[in-house]
């Protein structure tokens, strides 16, 4: 129990002591984003949305940040991959498609790119759990297209 308490406590000093810093927190980008404008499935635009929303709040120091608006266009598209012999599905596929269109005021459209994302998922009997897993996966692939959005960003 002692052994287990002390290599608790060196790892703990080990890891505060080594400098560890989340990736993308508090993170200083180059770049603002004024206005998003969102089109399409409201669901997967609003995750995205929540990603961004740090990045859209512009304070007063923007000096020397590139000011962007975003145009994005969302659709899920979900279909049967696989059934079986009773013609039930046994395996589903979400797709999320996005297009990011960027812009910036003086230059006007800058880059639109599409972003697509998808997971194939088994069937599950419980029709409530099955909706419950479908909404936490689209959550899951609209942080993921967020996080793209802000590396295409970065890489401009």
């Known amino acids: 129990m002692r052994i287990k308490n002390i290599l608790k406590t060196l790892i703990f000093i080990f890891v ?7 990736i993308l927190v508090d993170k200083d980008y180059p770049f603002k984003i004024q206005k998003i404008e969102k ?38 598209e979900k279909k049967i991959i696989s059934n079986d012999s009773k013609g039930d599905p046994l395996i589903f596929e979400i797709k999320i498609i996005t297009i990011v269109t960027i812009l910036q005021d003086d230059k006007g459209k800058i880059l639109s790119q599409t972003i697509t994302n998808k997971i194939n998922y088994d069937n599950q009997t419980d029709k409530f759990e099955l909706i419950k897993y479908e909404n936490n996966l689209i959550a ?3 942080t993921n ?3 793209k959005i802000i590396s295409i960003l970065s890489n401009i």
């Open 145 to 147: 297209i967020a996080d």
């Open 140 to 142: 899951n692939l609209s």
């Open 39 to 76: 089109i399409g499935n409201s669901k997967v635009n609003s995750n995205i949305f929540q990603k961004l929303k740090n990045l859209k709040n512009i304070e007063n120091d923007i000096s020397n940040k590139i000011i962007y608006n975003l145009r994005l266009n969302s659709e899920i």
């Open 16 to 22: 505060i002591g080594c400098g560890y810093t989340p």
